[in-house]
């Protein structure tokens, strides 16, 4: 009853701030994988020409969701009435107060039927944008159909909307409102794409970016890692293209996007090691996208550590089986697994392929023994769930420098004191 009470009222000073600044865009962000990556790359490239507020974090739940639109800050206890008492009185404020923002690019979280759709009781985005659909939190969605509906709702209930056109299958388009919609990606098929021409570690892509409002392309670098990063700047592109962003402005931009931290960060490792950073969370989709990074890549050595992908239900074992046999020893020096799921399944599908394979009990484990057996220049690769895996806890015993720690991950002495625990 609390919480159904706070969260009616903060979505009513959210609905009144909204109707009373008309002329600040939203722009709202669903999808499997991928939103806040989406998010910070749409928030940076529009910041080339509007004043734009976005939430650095994930707040996307019904609670946070509002919050973060008002650009309030959530509260530390959410059990405690006079913290919320706090963020009304601010809430009444913001809605009182000029608009101080042009834009606001706000992510938008499900992890069971029915709480995307919530959303339009309070949201009527400008421009909803869908990243992905695949599997996660299979727990509470029956099959990928079920979750399709879910993530594609938001193109119901916003006026335009912009989907990804490669991690999106066809045959869910029935679930997509198609009077307004543009697609994103990088095949020719996509109305917006940024093509990469070449990617060069430590320095990023080349490439161009095209959508059907030019007449001819713009050369723009990207500074993010894998075929699947530049998908972000694709949906940046869609969304400055759709507010009227021109096209030296949205290269600039372009130019501006940086990995979000946890999420294919590229960090310096000892030995000369170069560390991919994955470490917020895992799925299959984007598990998949992250070892065929690691492929593209010329190194001495590579070495996947790969955690369990949690919640996805009844087809956890098949998915961690496949990724197992995604594991090739021509690629990979050393598969490094951590969790019960990843042992069970992703091990003996990796061996079987040939791989030499090690099971730790905890990330820590994980992270001492790829030190004691890493290569000088070596990629290191650390992919994995949040809950229970934490392999940035790895990723530290692997650092060029103790001071980029603070460049991981859930690394608040609350996460701390956590994952100490678990």
């Given at each position: 009853?609390?919480?159904s ?42 910041a ?15 609670m ?19 913290q ?5 009185r ?32 309070y ?10 659909v ?13 979750v ?12 335009q ?29 996509a ?27 713009t ?51 000892r ?7 994955d ?66 399944h ?32 070596a990629?290191?690769?650390?992919k ?39």
């Amino acid at each position: 009853m609390f919480k159904s009470l706070i969260r009616k009222k903060l979505e009513r000073y959210t609905k009144k701030y909204l109707a009373k600044n008309t002329d600040i865009k939203l722009v709202a962000v669903s999808g499997s994988v991928g939103k806040t990556s989406t998010k910070m790359a749409i928030s940076t490239v529009l910041a080339e020409k509007f004043r734009v507020r976005v939430h650095e974090g994930n707040y996307n739940s019904e609670m946070s969701v509002p919050t973060a639109i008002l650009g309030i800050d959530y509260p530390d206890n959410i059990r405690s009435l006079g913290q919320w008492m706090k963020v009304f009185r601010q809430a009444r404020r913001r809605v009182k107060q000029p608009a101080e923002v042009d834009v606001i690019v706000q992510e938008l979280g499900t992890d069971r039927v029915g709480q995307l759709p919530a959303f339009e009781n309070y949201l009527k985005p400008d421009i909803g944008v869908v990243t992905a659909v695949s599997a996660e939190h299979m727990e509470h969605f029956k099959d990928l159909d079920s979750v399709a509906k879910e993530e594609l709702s938001l193109t119901q209930f916003s006026e335009q909307s912009i989907i990804n056109r490669e991690n999106i299958d066809k045959k869910f388009a029935k679930y997509a409102n198609k009077s307004n919609l543009s697609t994103y990606g990088t095949s020719e098929a996509a109305d917006y794409r940024y093509e990469s021409s070449g990617y060069v570690i430590g320095k990023g892509h080349r490439g161009i970016f095209v959508g059907p409002e030019w007449d001819k392309p713009t050369s723009a670098k990207l500074h993010t890692v894998g075929e699947h990063s530049t998908l972000f700047a694709s949906a940046a592109v869609a969304v400055a293209a759709k507010l009227g962003m021109n096209q030296p402005e949205i290269a600039t931009g372009v130019n501006k996007i940086q990995a979000v931290p946890g999420r294919m960060n590229i960090l310096k490792g000892r030995k000369g090691s170069i560390i991919i950073d994955d470490t917020y969370n895992s799925s299959p989709l984007a598990a998949t996208a992250a070892i065929r990074t690691l492929y593209e890549l010329q190194a001495p050595q590579k070495i996947a550590v790969l955690g369990s992908m949690n919640e996805l239900g009844d087809m956890s074992a098949s998915a961690h089986k496949e990724l197992g046999e995604l594991c090739i020893p021509e690629e990979l020096a050393w598969v490094v697994v951590v969790g019960q799921e990843a042992a069970e399944h992703l091990a003996p599908a990796a061996e079987a392929q040939g791989c030499k394979v090690q099971i730790c009990k905890n990330a820590v484990e994980a992270g001492s023994f790829v030190s004691s057996v890493m290569h000088s220049g070596a990629v290191l690769l650390f992919k994995g769930s949040e809950g229970g895996i934490f392999l940035e806890e790895a990723v530290k015993q692997v650092l060029h420098s103790t001071d980029d720690e603070r460049k991981l991950v859930r690394q608040t002495p609350e996460w701390l004191a956590k994952k100490q625990q678990a």
